[in-house]
């Protein structure tokens, strides 16, 4: 059998996450792990799987990745009869395309309401939706009219539809607040909480609360909100004129993880949940140690009931840092965030 008749079999011991951790492009990868789980997964369609793979071993793995685009608009239980039609097929990727595309014609269902955001880049943020046409033809006929005709229409748009937002207190646009992190030494070790405080023992034997420690760094004037970071613990306490427990928590959870910790997820701490990394359930304490933001979709999705296999990973802390672990047990790091900021990549020394 040559290559590519035997590009499927490749992936019979694909590991979604090793191929991450080995650099490979991101979505590459997805594309991959789904055609693992298609042609080599647990399914109630056994028969069908094994015909399916035997069919698929004369296709490109490019063809078999067209095939499940094609696919994904269907239910899952619903993809077998079209997958197995679909690889009967013979010739190249377009000719594979066409009959996908015969097959299932692009849907002609209406659209549902939608918005979207992408990640920002650059200090930029790109925005999508769908909605009703009469609100969205009034709103472009608004954008539009009296533009200046020497210069280009986009900026001048986006402009009158920012004012659109912000005017009259529509929308409030968030001052940045600044927070000055201050790394605790190593030599300081976390004892205990000590009321809405946290008690440091230092390495001459006595101890400190967090309070004295900072006063002792910066002066008993702290020039703003001061974070006190621990390269093994992570954030420990948060200072300011006024200490409401629950803020604290969330504002230290968000300065050691600016995004939602699993690779790929782009949404931001301050969009996020804030999950147990041991559950409650089981006996999980709501406290910075045991807090982590997850977006909502990767909050329900996580692992946390030990008394069952861990088919999609979960959150855990190490050395001060929350981390996705694979159901295969590969933790994988993601940057930024005050303790990346403060001590570097600590996490990969000895």
Known sequence: MDTLASAVDALAGFDEQYALQAGLDPAQVREWAALHTVYFGRTAYTRKQAVALERARGFSLHQLVAIERRLKRLPVNERWAPRLALLEVRGDYRAVQKAARELLPDDDRTPEDAFRFSASRGGKRKFSGCGDEHVLAALEKQLRSGLDASKPAGPQMFARFADMLTAGGGVQVQAPRPIVAVPADQHVTILADHGDDVLLALSDGTTITGAEYVAALLGETFPTEVALVHPEAGPVNLYRTQRVANAKQRDLAR??????????????????????????????????????????????????????????????????????????????????????????????RV
């Open 255 to 348: 300065m050691a993880t600016p995004m939602c910790p699993v690779p790929g997820c782009r949404i931001a701490a301050d969009l996020c949940e804030f999950h147990h990394i041991t559950a409650w359930s089981q006996g999980g304490q709501t406290n910075l140690a045991n807090l982590v933001p997850l977006c909502r979709y990767h909050n329900r999705v996580n692992h946390d009931d030990p008394r069952h296999t861990n088919r999609r990973g979960r959150i855990e802390r190490i050395r001060g840092r929350p981390v996705w672990v694979s159901p295969r047990g590969y933790p994988v790091f993601r940057p930024g965030g005050i303790m990346d900021a403060l001590f570097g990549r600590y996490h990969l």
